[in-house]
């Protein structure tokens, strides 16, 4: 019985292991990557809609 119990238990770890699953932790790494990304967006479009604005104003000035 101790021999079957062992072998269960190891196949069962092994699995958990191998497993794919969207855990908790993978969660918090997702949102700690995208929420900054999300926050600095509008800024940098902003940015780069008013130096492709300031690029067409100097080069039709000169």
Request: cysteine-free; overall charge positive.
């Amino acid at each position: 019985m101790k021999e079957w119990w062992r072998k269960k238990k190891a196949a069962s770890r092994k699995s958990n292991k191998d497993s794919n699953k969207y855990t908790v932790v993978d969660f918090l790494l997702d949102v700690l990557i995208w929420v900054p990304e999300l926050l600095f967006l509008p800024f940098r479009m902003l940015f780069w809609m008013f130096r492709g604005l300031m690029r067409y104003v100097f080069d039709f000035v000169n």
